[in-house]
């Protein structure tokens, strides 16, 4: 009981974190080095979201220099802890590198409903793209399950 | 009652046997039942197997063929209970009409409700989307009279489905006290064998009880704040439960809206039925929400692999469970093995099968419709497709797609224009610290041949209609605004000009403008006056964004924009640089398809100068020794030409591809 007390406070203190780090890494460059740090230190402890989110700093060159390498590998982590915005960007990242790598991040966030994902499997599905064999009834149907997961989308994380 | 009085009831009419079964006690003890607990579910006003948009029928989805999965199960369970978990009236153009366009009268019962009054549905659940058009109308449509805030109490009862329908984790701020009745025990009347092997009739009190997901304060907060309150489920559950059995209830099915989930418990947790199931007296569960087939012994869902899930045998913590996909494609079924204590009906959880049936058949035909639903909302659907063809506005000119690589405009400046309508006005509203910031926007064409050569953009001069902004705007997205510095609406730009090869001047035989792989739909462009810029097809990819400028000067790389654009852009999709969700100041609600819908019936009139005629870019001038070629509909030039596009020629009518398209010729040098 007392573990799960302290585990359920580590928890929060994670949260925390990542909800401190998220207004540095928006009010601008200032913050954006601490940003990172904190990012890194709470997705050290397992958080999904810092992951993903220290993801996007390396990818965009926020508070150092981009690293394309280094933001996919935090991206990816953060899609293996069921982030879909992540596994989301993790299919674009890999889109033009690595198709299977990225249909099956494109499927995993299907799973979990994500808009996006939904309706980029949609067009896939339509064209004949991303190793998805061309399926116009299939598509239609993705479509809609897209418009319709836009109606009940997960809050930021 | 005695052997030998059942014995000699048992040849005798039903109505005797009804009458009997009513008696307390009249089941003993061994005699065994199987009742099927039928599920639909995230219905969507699907009444019909048909597409709205396209105006054409859609044969995998739709209630009037579920409807023969429902006839098929009753005649292999005679023992039957058709429950609905919710999600059922929203969802189609045929909702939005009854809605919104033409509002249900009093005395009327929704098209879908009338459906499932015909299939005699048993009970029903409330989903998230019920939520969708308010709560007036909710309390109207479902004969209710709910006391909150914003429902009118002097209006007398509207007509509802003829059956029960609960929730019981949705409360009025006002009263304290739940929306719907919270459960309802219904007394089934059932053919059970005895335990002398003989058929007998008896009644099982199947007690139902639903929740839906309490995001919805979050997903209908307009509706919803200050007039209703959620509960979490599984306080629900185990408040209301022990009331249900305690009245009576044998049997106690959980008709929960929402899906598997495993992340800690929470009173606000969209996904909750992992947890429900672990709520003591749950005998069954009917889920749904998140749209997916269970049991499924192939998916590959990571919420059908946690432990105490077995998707195979559809359990979930030991708990029968079903959910039945989405707009009627699917049929759960329960077969409950239920076996009489001498008390009361049990069931045996061993003996129990769960299934979730398509209607789509082995061949991959679908099952035949049930023609008496198509009668009985014959005028509604009939209504709908002349609300989807009426007329919003109208255009004098025609707005296409054939030449949009190469700089027409027609189909793509009115999306863009309705999309920095809408963000403009929003930062005005909402976001005073953006007001100095120019507003752009970003759209791209759709529909450029990529599944044959009728698949263009081509609204016809003439009227404009809700079908026709389908076709101007193709996909499902909403209206998402980014921030953006003037480097990184050059980027942006950038990734889009992928969509042409790097031309080599020097080279004499023809080159293909267009890089297939990059799609026509990640082909976003500007169509303002303010900005102007070039692209430069003879440099390599990354280099060829030119003479950007904005108010005739040169764009700062460090100037600020905001960007209208969609969530699937805005979130990453094409992998566009900065464009992954870190840029987002507006995450809009709203589909753009509607908002230019929006757009069009206020403007009334679109024309050429007012809604076709911003080029904001064009291909750098360049003077190459070959032919620069590209392929689209055969017949179109005149449209190239109406559109202000002078540089290009038809080659060939027949291009000899075999598919119809024909060759056209890029004067670079014009």
């Known amino acids: ?157 | 009652m005695s052997t030998a009085l059942r014995l000699l009831i048992l040849p005798l009419a039903p109505v005797l046997l009804t009458a009997c079964s009513t008696l307390p006690a009249s089941t003993p003890a061994g005699s065994t039942a199987t009742l099927a607990l039928l599920e639909t579910t995230d219905l969507h006003a699907n009444v019909l197997s048909y597409d709205y948009y396209k105006l054409q029928d859609e044969p995998s989805i739709g209630l009037e063929r579920t409807a023969a999965l429902i006839a098929r199960a009753r005649a292999e369970f005679p023992n039957n209970l058709l429950l609905d978990n919710g999600d059922t009236i929203q969802g189609t153009a045929l909702a939005d009409y009854q809605a919104l366009v033409k509002p249900l009268a009093c005395d009327q019962t929704l098209a879908i409700y009338k459906a499932m009054n015909l299939l005699k549905v048993d009970g029903g659940g409330i989903g998230n989307h019920e939520f969708n058009y308010g709560l007036a109308f909710l309390s109207q449509v479902t004969g209710n009279q709910f006391d909150v805030d914003s429902v009118d109490a002097t209006k007398p009862r509207c007509a509802g489905p003829q059956f029960p329908q609960v929730l019981a984790n949705v409360y009025s701020v006002k009263s304290g006290k739940p929306l719907f009745a919270p459960y309802h025990i219904i007394d089934k009347q059932i053919t059970a064998v005895g335990a002398d092997g003989k058929l007998m009739t008896s009644t099982v009190k199947v007690g139902i009880i639903s929740f839906a997901p309490p995001t919805i304060m979050s997903w209908d907060k307009r509706w919803l704040e200050g007039r209703v309150y959620t509960q979490g489920v599984r306080e629900t559950a185990e408040k209301f439960i022990p009331e249900m059995r305690a009245k009576g209830a044998e049997l106690v099915v959980a008709i929960s809206h929402g899906g598997l989930d495993n992340s800690p418990y929470s009173p606000t947790m969209e996904n909750a039925n992992y947890y429900l199931s672990q709520v003591p007296g749950v005998d069954a569960m009917l889920i749904g929400h998140s749209h997916q087939l269970f049991p499924n012994a192939a998916s590959t869902v990571p919420q059908f692999n946690l432990p105490g899930v077995d998707k195979a045998r559809g359990l979930v913590n030991g708990v029968p469970t079903v959910m039945a996909n989405l707009w009627g494609k699917h049929l759960g079924v329960i077969g409950l093995r239920l076996r009489h204590d001498g008390k009361q009906w049990v069931i045996d959880k061993a003996q129990t099968t769960v299934e979730a049936r398509g209607i789509q058949n082995a061949d991959k035909s679908y099952v035949q419709a049930d023609p008496a639903i198509a009668k009985l909302v014959a005028t509604e659907h009939a209504a709908t497709i002349a609300y989807v063809q009426t007329p919003v506005g109208s255009t004098d000119f025609r707005m296409s797609t054939y030449f949009a690589d190469v700089g027409d405009i027609s189909a793509i400046e009115v999306v863009n224009q309705a999309q920095t309508g809408y963000l403009a006005a929003y930062v005005k509203a909402n976001l005073p610290q953006y007001a100095n910031l120019p507003v752009l926007s970003m759209s791209s064409p759709f529909k450029s041949g990529s599944a044959g050569v009728s698949d263009f953009t081509d609204v016809k001069a003439g009227n404009v209609a809700l079908n026709n902004a389908a076709d101007l705007y193709l996909y499902p997205n909403a209206l998402y605004g980014v921030k953006m510095t003037g480097a990184e609406l050059k980027a942006w730009l950038e990734h889009s000009a992928q969509r042409f090869n790097t031309i080599d001047p020097n080279q004499t035989a023809p080159q293909e403008l267009i890089n297939t792989a990059h799609p026509s739909y990640n082909f976003d462009t500007i169509t303002s006056k303010d900005v102007s810029y070039e692209i430069d097809v003879t440099q390599p990819p990354g280099q060829r964004i030119k003479r950007l400028a904005y108010q005739g000067k040169a764009v700062d790389m460090q100037q600020q924009f905001l960007i209208a654009t969609n969530n699937y852009r805005a979130s990453g999709g094409g992998n566009f640089p900065g464009l992954d969700g870190s840029k987002t100041v507006l995450a809009s609600p709203d589909n753009n398809r509607d908002l230019l819908i929006a757009y069009v019936t206020q403007e009334k009139q679109l024309t050429r100068a007012k809604n076709g005629a911003a080029r904001s870019w064009r291909f750098a001038s360049a003077t190459t020794k070959g032919p620069v070629v590209f392929h689209t509909a055969p017949n179109v030039l005149a449209l190239a030409q109406a559109a202000g596009i002078d540089n290009v020629t038809l080659l060939k009518a027949d291009d000899g591809a075999g598919k119809g398209f024909a060759l056209y010729q890029l004067d670079l040098s014009k």
Not at chain 1, 80 to 90: C, G, K, N, S, T
Request: aromatic share 6%.
């Open chain 1, 1 to 157: 009981m007392l573990a799960a007390a302290c585990g359920a406070q580590a928890q929060d203190g994670v949260t925390e974190t990542v909800a401190q780090a998220k207004v540095l890494m928006r009010s601008g460059e200032a913050g954006a080095a601490q940003a990172r740090s904190l990012f890194q230190q709470a997705a050290g402890q397992g958080s999904g979201p810092a992951a993903y989110y220290l993801g996007l700093m390396l990818k965009n060159g926020m508070g150092g220099e981009p690293d394309s390498v280094a933001a996919l590998r935090w991206v990816e982590l953060a899609a293996r802890r069921q982030v879909a915005p992540a596994m989301f960007i993790a299919a674009n990242m890999l889109a033009s590198s690595d198709a299977a790598k990225a249909r099956h991040w494109l499927e995993a966030a299907c799973a979990l409903e994500y808009p996006e994902a939904l309706m980029q499997k949609a067009i896939a599905l339509q064209e004949g793209t991303m190793a998805y064999t061309k399926d116009q009834k299939q598509s239609v149907l993705y479509f809609r399950m897209a418009e319709h997961a836009m109606g009940h989308r997960q809050p930021e994380l």
